[in-house]
T-cell receptor, first 114, second 116 residues
């Protein structure tokens, strides 16, 4: 079955540690995205990538970093510079073509930093 | 810049009745897409329905329909014959043309509770 996988579902870290969230897709999609969701709020764009080896900052990129070395993978690193890292993180992808209106989402990773 | 406004933080509906979730948007792009997603307590985002800015007819998908009023910049979601499983958070979202890298802007969501 095609889709997006994110692991782990729940992640706990101590303050001051960097942590990397995994996102893998087997949909052969060109574009991938990372969103952050805080309780009771909508999604905010962290980073996005339209093609391998290229990515752009979204609206709230400070304290985060990404890489796109392979088409199917778009890992997100939450660095110690991110002041409030505890949140729900969602990865998404779409084909990037003219008719690619639907974004497919992964199941998300809930990160708790104490 | 794109903006989505959902003015109803919470809504209640009786089982088997219809409910309308409001969404207004703002954009200067002539070409855009409007979406509704359902997010149950598990956190997954479930795509419900899509409306293109040039579509002449309102989109429908089973019990979901989108009341698109372009001049008023509104894209309300109508759920007919509500079921208990419809209880979830609902997000309205917008995507610009491909030149905008397909980025989506989301509203803050509406929590729908279906009462038996």
């Amino acid at each position: 079955d095609g889709g997006i996988t994110q692991s782990p579902k729940y992640l706990f870290r101590k303050e001051g540690q960097n942590v990397t969230l995994s996102c893998e897709q087997n949909l052969n999609h060109d574009a991938m995205y990372w969103y952050r969701q805080d309780p009771g709020q909508g999604l905010r764009l962290i980073y996005y990538s339209q093609i391998v080896n290229d990515f752009q900052k979204g609206d709230i990129a400070e304290g985060y970093s990404v890489s796109r070395e392979k088409k199917e993978s778009f890992p997100l690193t939450v660095t110690s510079a991110q002041k409030n890292p505890t949140a729900f993180y969602l990865c998404a992808s779409n084909s990037g073509g003219a008719s690619s209106y639907e974004q497919y989402f992964g199941p998300g990773t809930r990160l708790t930093v104490t | 810049a794109q903006k989505i406004t959902q003015t109803q933080p919470g809504m209640f509906v009786q089982e088997k009745e219809a409910v309308t979730l409001d969404c207004t948007y703002d954009t200067s792009d002539p070409s855009y897409g409007l979406f509704w997603y359902k997010q149950p307590s598990s956190g997954e985002m479930i795509f419900l329905i899509y409306q293109g800015s040039y579509d002449q007819q309102n989109a429908t998908e089973g019990r979901y329909s989108l009341n698109f009023q372009k001049a008023r910049k509104s894209a309300n979601l109508v759920i007919s014959a509500s079921q208990l499983g419809d209880s979830a958070m609902y997000f309205c979202a917008m995507r610009g043309p491909n030149t905008n890298a397909g980025k989506s802007t989301f509203g803050d969501g509406t929590t729908l509770t279906v009462k038996p």
